[in-house]
């Protein structure tokens, strides 16, 4: 059982064991309390004989009376003001034992005046304050005010550089943060300001985080970190109380590292009068951060480091110098820092003498830090299902595989049909990657089907980083994605729905090869759509791309897109046609085999190559 509901079951116990104790303590002390009776009565029992002994108080009269059972307790309340001596002597004539008692009400008082409000208050801070604090995330409503900053102690939990790996030019520049916080003087001396703030900018995954913290380790300075969320809260004016007592903390541990992730949250492009409600606290805590950066002294030794995936939304206030001075890039690693990434992640992965991480840092082009320890954990994962002693090369082969297709599904059932129109369609694709000049080259080619909607899939391995490509090489990445739904037409003179997702990556990069590579001739070299960054429409932020063209030039860009991939789907359809043996037997072999490695389908077409040249006269 989780400790939460012991903890709550313990506390139900507890409350049922008190309830239970006053039922049955009222229950069973009725019977022994005196019996309440008139003064009125009392006076009658004391001339008719019957009362035995009387205590007299300031408000009471106790005692004892006669009945045909025996004595009975009783108690009467004494009328106020009357005269004691009286009541004395009637005792007395009767021959009535009596003394008298000074009632002590200090304690009766202090509980019903003291103890029983502050108990009434405790309970409803405990079930009313704390429940409500559950319903708005863990806060106590009187320290709505106060950031949910994490300060992290580098002694115990260190990140340095050796720790972030394939980010050189980044560190390169955060070392001169560093070193001011190591030697401030230094800096002081000259008369030089260091930068208030540095923003990591990059796509999710690359490291932001743990750079930041990689800083902190280096200089040995507190790091707080706070993601930009946990400023906004249900009331107003919450988050810009939470900035005032984040910079407060920061300035009495300084010097330290203030780490903002996803910034964009609280610093997107200001909307104007029209901005209510959320968009307008937002506004108002993105207000304070930009006072507090304004105000407080860099001297001071305290930086603001902030990260986002999207600077494009960022209101260009906070990016001005004198707040976030420097924009750092942390981009995808090529594949040098992607081989240095995994050595990172493997250093605690017992791998075997086999594993060639060069080879597997190339065989994730466009993989970023956190997806490439995925791969790692993946392939550990794997080899400890097969009760493996060490992570081979073959694990990393099928983690790269998952992590990029999905998790394989032999047991998906498919009609013999279907896996032929699916094996085809996957040969088409490779036949076309192998026949074109600028394709990169066939890794794998499987009809297994993978993650949610794959049938198949034919892996690709660049031979390289790219950073630019060209207009041949554009046309021979389209072409590779028509060659499925061509291979479908060319076997069984038909089509399946098979080709939606390739279709609709050719026609995305046929449009863009129109409207923003400029690779039109009858559109010439321009581009079309301008970026309209954050605006406000309709009271909403809107992103993207705004049309800047005349529908003549629209219809053109439609007629150019169709032209670009029917010429494409053209060419491709005459190599398939010429090639239709070829493309026969290998689908056959797929079939057969399920998976066909890159190696053992090139040797394939070498061998039909020096087959046809020996048949030539």
């Known amino acids: 059982m989780e400790e939460g509901k012991k903890k709550k079951l313990w506390l139900y116990a507890v409350y049922g064991a008190i309830a239970l104790a006053i039922i049955l303590s009222i229950q069973f002390a009725n019977p022994f309390q005196p019996k309440e009776i008139d003064y009125s ?67 009766r008082d202090f509980l019903f005046t003291w103890i029983l409000p502050l108990g009434l208050i405790a309970f409803i801070w ?9 319903r708005i995330g863990g806060a106590s409503p009187i320290s709505f005010g106060q950031s949910k900053v994490k300060l992290y102690d580098s002694s115990v939990d260190r990140v340095t550089f050796d720790d972030v790996a ?43 985080t743990l750079m930041a913290r990689a800083v902190a380790g280096e200089a040995g300075v507190p790091f707080f970190s706070i993601s930009g969320s946990q400023f906004m809260e249900m009331f107003v004016g919450v988050g810009a109380a939470r900035v005032r007592d984040l910079f407060e903390q920061a300035k009495a541990k300084a010097p330290c590292i203030v780490f903002i992730d996803e910034i964009e949250t609280i610093g997107k492009v200001r909307g104007g009068i029209i901005a209510s409600g959320g968009t307008e606290e937002r506004e108002q805590t993105l207000n304070q951060l930009l006072s507090e950066m304004d105000g407080f002294d860099p001297q001071t030794g305290v930086i603001i480091l902030a990260a986002t995936n999207r600077p494009e939304v960022l209101d260009s206030a906070i990016l001005r110098p004198g707040r976030f001075d420097r924009q750092i890039m942390i981009d995808r690693p090529d594949i040098k820092g992607r081989e240095e990434i995994l050595k990172v992640h493997v250093r605690k992965v017992k791998l075997a003498d086999s594993v060639d991480l060069r080879k597997i840092a190339a065989r994730t082009p466009g993989f970023a830090g956190a997806e490439l320890a995925n791969v790692v954990n993946e392939a550990a994962l794997l080899a400890a299902r097969k009760n493996k002693k060490q992570v081979e090369e073959e694990d990393f082969e099928q983690a790269i595989d998952r992590v990029v297709g999905g998790l394989e599904l032999k047991s998906r059932v498919m009609s013999e049909k279907e896996r032929r129109v699916v094996a085809f369609h996957e040969v088409g694709h490779a036949l076309a990657a192998s026949l074109l000049e600028h394709a990169d080259p066939v890794h794998r080619i499987t009809v297994i089907p993978r993650g949610i909607g794959a049938l198949g899939m034919t892996m690709q391995l660049p031979e390289e980083d790219r950073y630019i490509m060209t207009r041949p090489e554009l046309e021979d990445r389209l072409a590779v994605l028509l060659g499925g739904r061509i291979a479908e037409e060319v076997i069984f003179g038909e089509v399946s729905t098979g080709a939606q997702n390739d279709l609709e990556k050719a026609t995305i990069l046929a449009r863009k090869m129109v409207e923003d590579y400029g690779m039109s001739d009858r559109i010439g070299p321009v581009t079309l759509g301008l970026e309209r960054g954050a605006r406000l429409l309709m009271g909403e932020f809107s992103y ?39 493309l026969e037997e290998i689908a056959e072999l797929l079939l057969d085999k399920e998976t066909l490695e890159g190696e053992e389908f090139r040797a394939l077409l070498q061998e039909r190559r020096e087959g046809s040249r020996a048949a030539l006269p």
């Open 41 to 107: 009565e009392f006076l009658s029992r004391l001339d008719a004989g019957e009362i035995t002994k009387v205590v007299i108080t300031d408000t009471r009269v106790e005692g004892k009376y006669r009945t045909e059972e025996g004595e009975q307790d009783f108690t009467a309340s004494r009328i106020p003001g009357a005269e004691i001596q009286d009541l004395v002597s009637a005792l007395e004539e009767k021959g009535v034992a009596f003394s008298g008692r000074i009632e002590n009400t200090f304690w």
């Open 126 to 134: 405990f079930f009313v304050f704390r429940r409500l604090s559950r």
């Open 166 to 208: 394939g980010l050189d030019e980044a560190k390169q520049e955060l070392r001169e943060i560093i070193d001011f916080l190591r030697n401030p003087q230094k800096y002081r001396s000259i008369g030089a300001r260091i930068p208030k703030g540095v923003l990591l900018v990059g796509p999710p995954g690359t490291g932001k």
């Open 544 to 582: 993207g791309k705004e049309a800047n063209y005349s529908e003549a030039t629209a219809e053109l860009i439609d007629q150019e897109v169709k032209g670009i991939i029917m010429r494409n789907y053209g060419r491709v359809k005459s190599l398939l046609e010429e090639r239709r043996e070829l």
